[in-house]
């Protein structure tokens, strides 16, 4: 099991950037497929990005693609989400999520085991 915890959201303007960070306890998150997905008011819980357990493959969604970095460091256990020329349409609520898995990124979020508690992204105009 794991536990993730999510932190670096905030209100930035529109074309700013965020850098998000999520924190996982255990000593096996090398083996985890990590996630991030986004849920904004009244809407339901979308795929943000991907990446794998070794970070050789990421994927992501068109609606952020050359705009946010998915990346990770297994020696710190931590995953993160950079956010780079933000749009209001980002404004979500950002969760982290974790499946074990050691073959390729997993995009559904229905596919992944664990959720961290979120963190607050608003991008005003």
């Known amino acids: 099991q794991v536990q993730l915890v999510e932190s670096g959201g905030g209100l930035v303007q529109a074309g700013s950037s965020l850098t998000l960070s999520c924190a996982a306890s255990g000593r096996t998150f090398s083996t985890y497929a990590m996630g991030w997905c986004r849920q904004a008011p009244g809407k339901e819980r979308e795929f943000v990005a991907a990446i794998s357990w070794s970070g050789g493959s990421t994927y992501y969604a068109d609606s952020v693609k050359g705009r946010f970095t998915i990346s990770r460091d297994n020696a710190k256990n931590t995953v993160y989400l950079q956010m780079n020329s933000l749009k209001p349409g980002d404004t979500a609520f950002y969760y982290c999520?974790?499946?074990?898995?050691?073959?390729?990124?997993?995009?559904?979020?229905?596919?992944?085991?664990?959720w961290g508690q979120g963190t607050q992204v608003t991008v005003s105009s």
């Open positions: 999520a974790a499946v074990r898995s050691l073959g390729t990124v997993v995009a559904a979020p229905t596919k992944y085991d664990y």
